[in-house]
């Protein structure tokens, strides 16, 4: 991921996390284990935690531990996530740009192919 603008202050509250997982196609807002959560075509794609402060996010392994060295103050495990492809946030230190990224990883890994294929072929 490319370093973040200094203008991208630390900091998101659950309306923008909310904006910015309904912009990525066919992404749904329910509920997770009694929290709001978001999935993309039935396939789990995060959900904020019961502290209200940190999301849980599905992402592949390898990205995963990347992310883990580079921003640990932002991103971090908990020994039951130890073992599941996800990854946890703290919402009051994550950028807006890092978690748009972080979600269209995660929103990448875990939609259908021709749904990405589609998303891509608007981008180009």
Do not use: N, S
């Amino acid at each position: 991921m490319a370093p973040l603008p200094p203008q991208d202050p630390p900091g998101v509250d659950f309306a923008e996390l909310r904006e910015l997982a309904l912009a990525l196609p066919a992404v749904e807002e329910g509920v997770c284990y009694g929290t709001p959560a978001f999935r993309v075509k039935g396939r789990f794609l995060l959900r904020l935690r019961e502290d209200g402060e940190t999301l849980a996010v599905r992402i592949p392994m390898d990205e995963r531990d990347a992310l883990l060295q580079m921003d640990p103050d932002v991103y971090f495990l908990t020994d039951h996530y130890r073992a599941y492809p996800a990854i946890l946030v703290r919402l009051a230190r994550v950028r807006r740009g890092q978690l748009a990224d972080l979600l269209e990883l995660a929103w990448r890994a875990q939609a259908p192919k021709r749904l990405v294929a589609a998303f891509d072929a608007l981008q180009a």
